[in-house]
């Protein structure tokens, strides 16, 4: 089957626009997650959904960043008045029911420069 | 206490030699330790995983080796190949929770 889709795969934004980050996770899967990946380092952790619930967003690394899976499946990570440092790329990944140690499979990824 | 140290940054083998990558980690509490392999403009995927119970899980060419009491985890490529170009992050979790604290990555080019 067709795994985690990730729209757009590339988005360039003028500082303090608002952006919008699309995560249409794998069928079926009931555990979603955000990662952020900065250039040259691991993904970094923002927030995880099991169904439409947002369990955990301690990652978001400040107000602007807003998370929502309002039907249990697609979800949709927003960045209000994007800054600089917020270029990165932006990783989905879902799984299965379960912890951290169930396989998360991640998507594409979005990339957002920021100018 | 919540990092995962990863060494080397970047590691250049030869086709059909042995890829070495270690990482280090403090906080006794993770219980789970997947490796992910990245390709240039893909997600990761998860590669192989090990639990502190064993010393030792081999999958195909892949092996990992934990050393629990140095807090330690490497991953082993044998007869590494070109195709095995990638970056490669290990990652820890702990017991009741659903995110991982990923390490820095190693940047892995085999030479044909």
């Known amino acids: 089957g067709a795994g985690v889709s990730q729209s757009p795969r590339y988005k360039v934004a003028k500082r303090g626009q608002d952006v919008a980050l699309r995560c249409d996770p794998i069928?079926?899967?009931?555990?979603l997650f955000w990662y952020q990946q900065a250039l040259g380092q691991g993904p970094e952790f923002l927030t995880y959904f099991q169904n439409e619930a947002q369990l955990d967003k301690s990652g978001l690394p400040s107000d602007r960043f807003f998370a929502e899976r309002p039907e249990g499946s697609v979800s949709t990570l927003k960045i209000q008045r994007t800054q600089q440092e917020d270029s990165a790329v932006y990783l989905c990944a879902s799984s299965e029911l379960g912890g951290a140690q169930k396989t998360q499979y991640f998507g594409p990824g979005t990339r957002l420069l920021v100018l | 206490q919540q990092q995962v140290k990863q060494s080397p940054q970047s590691l250049i083998v030869q086709k059909g030699g042995i890829s070495i990558i270690n990482c280090a980690y403090e906080?006794?509490?993770?219980?789970?330790f997947p490796w992910y392999q990245q390709f240039p403009g893909k997600g990761p995927a998860l590669l192989i995983a090990?639990?502190?119970?064993?010393s030792e899980k081999k999958e195909g060419r892949f092996t990992i080796s934990f050393n629990k009491s140095a807090k330690q985890f490497s991953l082993h490529i044998m007869d590494s190949q070109p195709g095995d170009s990638a970056t490669y992050f290990c990652a820890a979790s702990r017991p009741g929770t659903y995110k991982y604290i990923f390490g820095t990555g190693t940047r892995l080019k085999v030479l044909a």
């Open positions: 906080n006794t509490a993770f219980d789970y």
């Open positions: 090990i639990r502190p119970d064993v």
């Open positions: 069928s079926g899967h009931v555990s």
